[in-house]
Structures are given as structure tokens and as C-alpha cells.
């Protein structure tokens, strides 16, 4: 992953400097009683290209003084390859640690940080725009508009798209048609209506309902942000090769809210409804951006709040969720959907 340093190909900078390893050693150049453990897999897992683990151990077993004005004087480096030639041997002799998160920043921070920082700009705009609202219809016993309860279908057809919500009606667009005779009632007063006289293109039709009979329900989107969300369905913190982390979260988006989010800080990467898709969602969303931003390491961390489908009754979710409803009624009935 790492190329290590321009300029190393072909030339090892350490003509006729075997004459000289003696004579360092004896001048203290090496303490041989903690020998370094350069173990190849664990550097190059820490950034180091094999040219550098080769350069140090050489340098190592010459007796060199690994400081970066011995490193600059005599071998001839500058400073940036000094002190990194200096950083592979601390970490290979056991001087510096890099077991924590914090520690593993601080790291990548000193590799890689201070040659381009990873930022939200290097996402791509949000893709999703819209987050269609959605409800739930219950204890209708109408003949012409009872098709319309939840409750009569697979947990994939419960769902209606609403158009409108006020404290007065609740409109729908939807492809389920009730059953109409010849010149029948399109309307039963205090119930439900047919808006559309004729259907759209797509075949949907607009029908309005009493709010009574219907209740909006929350809905959850996948962003990513640098800055770690307080309150969470569930996190992923991912660690970037620049040191810097990206946090890739579920939040409850409330029943009657259009789509809110901060364009400036934060990236929309999926929404959904079922809680049971919440947690893959998050994951496969967390996969895309650690494979696009170079991560190094990723995180999950627990919930610190619950995803409510159904809002509870008074909760404050908008207007339109505040009509004269028999609660108590309507929340068994959805309680008796299966979701």
C-alpha cells in the first residue's frame, strides 16, 4: 500500500560505512541488551515500506546512532527521512507503543497527516434527496375503504406513501383500489375519500383519510460525519489513514420531517423503515466509505438510542400528529402488526 521513499531504488546511501560500524558501536551508537524486533509484517501493517525496514535494520546492525543528526551528518539524509528512519526504529525497539485508538491516530497522524488531509468533501454529494413518508392505516370497518387496513397484508404492502398530513387528513397515494360499483359512493363521511377521478400514470390513486384511522411512522437515514454523533441507533468510528475518523451512524428522521441533514458536515448514504434492516445498513454503509476513504481500522459502538417505527402518542413529531384520535383503539390495532 505504502511506496516508501522516493529516491531508495538502486541505492542503499551506505558506501563504505561497514568500516565505520565498529567504532560507532563502541561509542554507544547501539544498545544491544534491547535489541529491536523488526518484524516485517507488523511495520508494513504500520505504514513502513520493506526498503525502510531493510535501510533501519541495516543501519542497526552497523552500529549507527539513531538520532536525526547522526542520521542527517553522516548518512546524509534530510530531516523528513531522518526522523522517519529514527520514528521505525522507536517503534521497532519497543519506545513508542501503538496499541490504543488514540495511539494508532497519533501514528497515522505523523505518517501520513501531514500530506493531505481526509475531510467530508472527500465523499460524494448525498444521493439521497428525498425520504418518502409513510403510514400505517388501521381499524377501518367500512366495507369500501376496510382494503385499505395494514393489518390485511405481508409486511412489505403495509406501508402507504402519504402525500399530506395536517391534524385533519391524512392523503395517500396509493395502487390498492377499492372495489367501487357503477356509479357508486367514491366517500364515506368521517372515514375516507377518493380524491383522483381518474388514476395516474403509474396507476396510483390519491385517497384521503380521517387521521383517526392512520399513523405516521418514523423512518431512519445512514450518514456520515467527522464529528461523532451524541445520540445514535448505532455507530461505526472509522479510523482514516491520515489519523483523522469518520463516523458512520443510523438516525431516527421523525414521522412528519422532510429530509434534514448538514450538507457541510455530513453525507445521507442509505434510509430505510424496518428496524430489523437497521444495523446491516449501517455496516454496508460503513463498508463503502472505509474502502473509499482509505480506512484503517473500524469500530462499532453500541446504540445510545432506540428506532421507534410507531411515535408515541404526544410525542413532538410535526403537525398532523396532534388530531382528536381514539389512541387507544388504534394502538392496539397496530400493535397487532407484525413489524
Not at 16 to 41: H, M, R, T, V, W
Not at 140 to 154: A, H, R, V
Not at 214 to 225: D, Q, V
Not at 261 to 273: L, N, P
Amino acid at each position: 500500500m505504502y511506496d516508501g521513499f522516493d529516491g531508495y531504488d538502486g541505492y542503499d546511501g551506505y558506501d563504505g560505512y561497514d568500516a565505520q560500524a565498529e567504532g560507532l558501536y563502541q561509542q554507544g551508537g547501539i544498545d544491544y541488551s534491547s535489541p529491536p524486533d523488526f518484524n516485517y509484517k507488523r511495520l508494513m501493517g504500520l505504514g513502513f515500506s520493506k526498503i525502510e525496514i531493510d535501510t533501519c535494520q541495516r543501519l542497526f546492525q552497523q552500529g549507527a546512532k539513531f538520532t536525526t543528526s547522526f542520521l542527517q551528518q553522516v548518512c546524509g539524509y534530510d530531516y523528513e527521512t531522518a526522523s522517519r528512519i529514527k520514528y521505525l526504529y522507536d517503534i521497532a525497539q519497543g519506545k513508542i507503543e501503538i496499541e490504543t485508538d488514540d495511539e494508532l491516530c497519533k501514528h497515522l497522524k505523523k505518517m501520513f497527516g501531514n500530506k493531505r488531509k481526509v475531510t467530508i468533501a472527500d465523499l460524494p454529494p448525498s444521493n439521497v434527496t428525498e425520504v418518502p413518508k409513510l403510514c400505517l392505516i388501521a381499524e377501518i370497518t367500512d366495507p369500501l375503504f376496510y382494503c385499505y387496513n395494514s393489518g390485511l397484508y405481508d409486511i412489505n404492502q403495509r406501508f402507504y406513501q402519504v402525500v399530506q398530513a395536517t391534524s385533519s387528513k391524512t392523503v395517500i397515494k396509493t395502487k390498492r383500489k377499492p372495489e367501487i360499483k357503477f356509479r357508486g359512493a367514491k366517500e364515506t363521511e368521517g372515514v375516507a375519500k377518493i380524491l383522483s377521478e381518474e388514476p395516474n400514470p403509474d396507476g396510483s390513486i390519491e385517497v384521503e383519510f380521517n387521521p383517526k384511522y392512520t399513523r405516521l411512522c418514523n423512518r431512519y437515514i445512514i450518514l456520515a460525519s467527522p464529528k461523532r454523533p451524541e445520540f445514535h441507533l448505532g455507530c461505526y468510528e472509522l479510523i482514516l489513514v491520515d489519523g483523522s475518523k469518520m463516523f458512520v451512524f443510523g438516525r431516527t428522521l421523525p414521522a412528519k420531517w422532510e429530509l434534514k441533514y448538514k450538507a457541510a458536515q455530513e453525507r445521507v448514504i442509505d434510509f430505510g423503515i424496518f428496524p430489523d434492516e437497521l444495523k446491516p445498513r449501517i455496516e454496508r454503509a460503513a463498508q463503502k466509505v472505509h474502502k473509499r476513504l482509505a480506512g484503517v481500522k473500524a469500530k462499532y459502538l453500541e446504540p445510545t438510542s432506540v428506532f421507534e417505527l410507531i411515535p408515541k402518542p404526544g410525542a413532538e413529531y410535526g403537525a398532523g400528529d396532534d388530531a382528536d384520535v381514539d389512541e387507544g383503539a388504534l394502538e392496539q390495532a397496530l400493535d397487532n402488526i407484525d413489524i
